[in-house]
Nanobody, 121 residues
Framework: QVQLVESGGGLVQAGGSLRLSCAASGSIFSINAMGWYRQAQGKQRIFLACITSSGTTKYADSVKGRFTISRDNVKNTVYLQMNSLKPEDTAVYFC???????????????WGQGTQVTVSS
């Protein structure tokens, strides 16, 4: 089993920035790809970005150029730097992990508990 714990959410004004962190523990040898999703109230959970242990990244078109994913393999932690935040970015942000990048983009094996991000106008 893999445990994922997110941190870094909060309230920010439009145009501001936040950095989310996700620390992985447990059977981390079983995961190669980690990523981020978000779920706005009343909407489906959607994929945002992911990264493999070798640094390959993939982004949803909606966040390209504003969000940057990175990873510290020593700390088993993945980050999501979010810039130029908009009110429509308000959502619960979830960390996800899977053995492959294709799996983390579609049906991750593991999920964190989520962290709330609220962007005020």
């Amino acid at each position: 089993q893999v445990q994922l714990v997110e941190s870094g959410g909060g309230l920010v004004q439009a145009g501001g920035s936040l950095r989310l962190s996700c620390a992985a523990s447990g059977s981390i040898f079983s995961i190669n790809a980690m990523g981020w999703y978000r779920q706005a109230q009343g909407k489906q959970r959607i994929f945002l970005a992911c990264i493999t242990s070798s640094g390959t990244t993939k982004y949803a078109d909606s966040v390209k150029g504003r969000f940057t994913i990175s990873r510290d393999n020593v700390k088993n932690t993945v980050y999501l730097q979010m810039n130029s935040l908009k009110p429509e970015d308000t959502a619960v942000y979830f960390c996800a992990a899977a053995p492959t990048i294709s799996r983390v983009v579609t049906t991750p094996n593991y999920w964190g508990q989520g962290t709330q991000v609220t962007v005020s106008s």
